[in-house]
């Protein structure tokens, strides 16, 4: 059984860049706007010999109930949830 990765963090910290990097293809959007990636995208990645499933959420953001940020914020909680390691990216810019 492949243990599974969530990508998480605020939105344009380089979620997205980084899954695509691990599956090996542009399957996930990159943009400089934040909020490109609405739902979760899931690959079968590697890094050296290790082989893992990697999924790459939206933005973690306060967002009203009920609407469109909410719900890809429970999109990313339940990809949390599933996930054997949770990686935390953040923006190291100044």
């Known amino acids: 059984m492949k243990a599974t990765l969530a990508i998480v963090g605020r939105p344009n910290v380089g979620k997205s860049t980084l899954f695509n990097r691990l599956v090996g293809r542009q399957h996930a959007i990159v943009d400089d706007q934040p909020g490109v990636t609405r739902d ?3 690959g079968d990645a590697s890094l050296a ?46």
Request: a negative charge; glycine letters at 4%; proline letters at 0%.
């Open 40 to 42: 979760r995208r899931e």
């Open 49 to 94: 010999e290790l082989r893992f499933r990697v999924i790459d959420t939206a933005g973690l953001e306060e967002a009203a109930s009920g609407s469109l940020e909410d719900r890809m914020r429970r999109q990313t909680e339940r990809a949390i949830t599933e996930a054997d390691i949770t990686l935390l990216m953040i923006d190291a810019r100044v």
